[in-house]
Nanobody
Framework: QVQLVESGGGLVQAGGSLRLSCAASGRTFSSYAMGWFRQVPGKEREFVAAITWSGSSTYYANSVKGRFTLSRDNARNTVYLQMNSLKPEDTAVYYC????????????????????WGQGTQVTVSS
């Protein structure tokens, strides 16, 4: 069992930055690939970024590539999503998720392939 708790969301002006954190419980954090998704009301949950369980690869949605950076600290059981140059269209609830031994990109793009989810954190970018 893995429990995930997101933090770091808030209100920021366009062009600003936020860093989201996702803290995981349990001793097996290093065995999980970690992903970030976001969702706005009335729309499906959208892939944002993922990092493999080995930490060797990161994947990003085209809409955030070059602006967001995902990293993990296995010693702290935490992943970080650094979000720069934020745009109003980045406004959403952001969720982190864990996928056991996730390594290849394709499965990590789909929410159904994740084993555990956090409760979400709101990010609002004003214009």
């Amino acid at each position: 069992q893995v429990q995930l708790v997101e933090s770091g969301g808030g209100l920021v002006q366009a062009g600003g930055s936020l860093r989201l954190s996702c803290a995981a419980s349990g001793r097996t954090f290093s065995s999980y690939a970690m992903g970030w998704f976001r969702q706005v009301p009335g729309k499906e949950r959208e892939f944002v970024a993922a990092i493999t369980w080995s930490g060797s690869s990161t994947y990003y949605a085209n809409s955030v590539k070059g602006r967001f950076t995902l990293s993990r600290d296995n010693a702290r059981n935490t992943v970080y999503l650094q979000m720069n140059s934020l745009k109003p269209e980045d406004t959403a609830v952001y969720y982190c998720a864990a996928r056991f031994r996730g390594e290849t990109m394709a499965p990590m793009l789909t929410p159904a392939n994740y084993n555990y989810w956090g409760q979400g954190t709101q990010v609002t970018v004003s214009s």
